[in-house]
């Protein structure tokens, strides 16, 4: 006979949230945070930013029909700092991270506090489960859990438990987060990589589980997906600037792409103006090349079950490379001087 498994002792947890014009989403946000089935005590926490809608009054509101929802001020509205003023206002021995707009399962809290526990790590977090309510975000969704779409991540492809860099937002011991001084508020994006990137360095433990899913609405028009994308791109090659050991393959890939497509147009065109068929053809190589995987990949992906509809099928080359071109010439760009929070002034 096996051994009984060892009973865990819950220890207390915060939600932290931070928000801006989440009028319309608040209150039923909070409230399925509320119906968590967790044994242990539980409170959340909600920084608001500068909004131009009710979402002071609305948290406000709420707060004072439940005891355990407490609203802070993030006059700044940047998450890292609506993230970091959560924190200090909270108590729990445990703080999850959860976004506005995030769904999560009753038992997500629960989940995430027993794999910490099993494992020992710091920080647990589990799939970003993409899922669209029209065709486009269908095929948008479809992108952002594909390896060809954003590479290898677990917790874009899901996968195995085990180590991993980074996780979708996160179930963190307070210790931890003390142990690295929270979240760097000059990453206006790229926040919670780069002090996963923090945690690791300093002796702890990232883990990604399967068993935690968040369903995630993706961007509905291809100008939000390219503008989400290329912010992503700049913050990235931020995070590669201060942390040169961070940078990989997969992290080079689009802007590698976008450098050699652009080469290789200004070549085909300079190859037509002179009339040497063989230079455009020369020229015409990569961009042929990424259209030609771009189709396949957008071929298989859309027959992978379940299967998309002819409408997101249509649309998905377009959102790939609308992903690839905006990360990729984000992190090309990189961020001016001004933007750069680690930069001193007149320095």
């Known amino acids: ?14 939600i932290i949230m931070t928000v801006v014009n989440e009028e319309r989403h608040l209150a039923d946000a ?28 609305v948290a406000d509101e709420v707060a004072a029909t439940h005891d355990h929802v407490t609203v802070v001020d993030n006059p700044s509205g940047r998450t890292p700092a609506g993230l970091n003023a959560a924190i200090a206002a909270s108590t729990g021995e445990v703080i999850v991270r959860i976004d506005g707009h995030s769904m999560v399962p ?37 992108a952002m859990t594909s390896v060809f779409g954003v590479g290898g991540a677990s917790f874009h492809v899901g996968g195995e438990a085990g180590e991993a860099p980074t996780v979708y937002l996160g179930c963190f011991r307070r210790s931890a987060l003390e142990r690295v001084g929270g979240y760097d508020e000059t990453m206006v994006r790229a926040q919670d990589w780069e002090m996963n990137l923090r945690i690791r360095q300093t002796g702890g433990v990232i883990w990604f589980t399967p068993e935690m899913h968040v369903t995630y609405r993706p961007r509905h028009t291809l100008k939000a997906l390219a503008r989400q994308y290329h912010d992503y791109g700049r913050w ?3 995070v590669a600037r201060r942390h040169p050991e961070t940078v990989s393959l997969r992290y080079l890939a689009a802007p590698a792409a976008v450098t050699a ?25 990569a961009p042929v090349g990424y259209a030609l995987a771009n189709l396949g990949a957008s071929a298989v992906s859309a027959r992978t079950a379940p299967a998309l509809s002819p409408g997101s099928t249509l649309r998905l080359p377009a959102v790939y490379a609308t992903m690839h071109g905006a990360w990729g ?17 007149g320095g």
């Open 1 to 14: 006979m096996n051994p009984p498994e060892p009973e865990i002792t819950w220890p207390s947890v915060s």
């Open 329 to 345: 010439l984000g992190f090309l760009r990189g961020l001016p001087a001004a933007e750069r929070g680690d930069v001193v002034e």
């Open 106 to 142: 009753s038992d997500y809290v629960a989940t995430g506090v027993r794999v910490l526990e099993e494992t020992g790590a710091d920080n647990v977090g589990g799939v970003m489960a993409a899922e669209g309510t029209n065709d486009f975000e269908d095929a948008v969704a479809r």
């Open 261 to 285: 497509i652009g080469a290789g147009l200004a070549l085909a065109a300079a190859g037509a103006a002179t009339r040497h068929p063989w230079v455009v053809g020369l020229g015409l190589a």
């Open 236 to 238: 990235r090659r931020e």
């Open 30 to 57: 909070i409230e399925r945070l509320l119906a968590q089935e967790y044994p242990g005590e539980l409170d959340i926490v909600v920084a608001v930013g500068p909004s131009r809608d009710r979402t002071r009054q």
